[in-house]
């Protein structure tokens, strides 16, 4: 599914990469900052429900860069 959704990744790495900017997060690991990004992207609970659905993993990546390319201003 990674290969399909190869530009929300690249997102994500590039905003837990800024949060270490904000005086909150310039302490915390990489890790922290990437669950941070995926939690307030709601991403788990839409893939969970999608594969509740049984959605195929291409059908779930082709779901999630749509909803990306639809966030981005």
Do not use: C, Y
């Amino acid at each position: 599914m990674t290969d399909r959704v190869g530009d929300f990744v690249d997102h994500l790495m590039i905003e837990a990469a800024e949060l270490n900017r904000l005086p909150e997060f310039s302490q915390s690991r990489f890790n922290l900052r990437a669950r941070t990004v995926i939690e307030d992207s709601n991403f788990v609970p839409l893939v969970r429900w999608l594969k509740h659905h049984e959605f195929s993993d291409n059908r779930i990546g082709k779901k999630i860069m749509i909803r990306h390319v639809k966030r981005k201003p």
